[in-house]
């Protein structure tokens, strides 16, 4: 078989996975239908249409993605290297009801054919157990089909000898992949984050008594405004006193204009020395600091605290 596009191959290969792999008897005769005592939505397993499925060789919707070295190789680095996003129905304006198919996503990160097809398979295997995330019925169907669930994974799977050999078997029938490797460039930036913690260094909020979401702890009084009002000015607090912007290292990183690090254990130092503790847990600066990176002043955390 020869494919023009990425997708007409995912959905041979998920083809051949229905026919093959995930037969009747997976699931026909299924033993667990609840949890914890609890009747799991989706708990008749029904395989789906294939021509109700929409694939896609693309990163997943919403999901931030950048590029790092592993093993002298550049990869992508992403929360997951495919998803299942389920079918729904909702009303546009006007009242007109729209249905969109189930959607599965695999990321271009991927290029071994093998390893591909078993992420169909995890996917399809999500698309006949709604409900069930990687619990109950998917992961009994999981485990019939030869995945092995990976210790603290959080729902990662691998295939085992057995299964990569019939997978091997599938990609050979279905053809070539045509796809190559792809990662965002290293210039590619994340968004950057919208609205910014500022956090009182004397104002406590007292508890409200378990009732509230305050808990039963005093909490530092806290607001949070966009980077167009930290243009304007820093908020005082209740006392008329500054307040200081948390940010984590990473934060400060976006902020700054320019910034070279010499590893990650200077970064860390620079970053301590030069920010102040606050009552919140994290660390800040003040407002000089801030106009300070802004201007193009700051090019490492060092320079905060000693100015040339």
Not at 60 to 84: F, L, T
Not at 131 to 152: D, Y
Request: charged share 25%.
């Amino acid at each position: 078989m020869k494919h023009k596009t990425r997708e007409a191959w995912l959905r041979a290969v998920a083809i051949l996975i229905n026919k093959n792999i995930l037969t009747p008897k997976l699931f026909k005769c299924m033993p667990l239908i609840k949890v914890k005592n609890t009747i799991l939505e989706g708990s008749v397993i029904k395989k789906l249409s294939i021509d109700s499925i929409r694939f896609a060789c693309a990163y997943m919707p919403n999901m931030r993605v950048s590029q790092v070295v592993v093993d002298n190789q550049i990869v992508g680095k992403s929360r997951a290297i495919g998803q299942c996003h389920y079918g729904y129905e909702a009303k546009a304006e006007g009242g007109k009801e729209e249905k969109f198919k189930t959607q599965i996503f695999i990321s271009p990160t991927l290029d071994n054919p093998v390893q591909v097809a078993e992420v169909v398979l995890h996917e399809l295997i999500h698309t006949m157990t709604k409900g069930h995330n990687h619990k109950g019925a998917f992961r009994w169907i999981s485990e019939g089909c030869g995945l092995v669930f990976t210790p603290n994974g959080k729902g990662h799977t691998s295939a085992n000898n057995d299964l990569k050999d019939k997978l091997g078997k599938i990609v050979k029938q279905a053809g070539k992949y045509p796809h190559e490797k792809w990662t965002p460039d290293k210039t590619y930036k994340k968004q950057t984050t919208r609205m910014f913690k500022l956090v009182s260094l004397g104002v406590m909020i007292e508890p409200t008594d378990g009732v509230g979401n305050n808990g039963y702890d005093p909490k530092p009084y806290v607001v949070r405004a966009s980077r167009a009002v930290l243009g304007a000015g820093f908020p005082l607090d209740p006392d008329g006193k500054e307040m200081y912007l948390e940010l984590s290292a990473d934060q400060f990183s976006e902020l700054c204009a320019s910034g070279e690090w010499l590893d990650k254990e200077a970064h860390a130092t620079y970053f301590i020395d030069s920010t102040i503790a606050l009552p919140s847990g994290g660390r800040g600066i003040t407002k000089a600091c801030y106009d300070r990176v802004l201007d193009g002043k700051v090019t490492h955390f060092y320079m905060l605290n000693h100015p040339s």
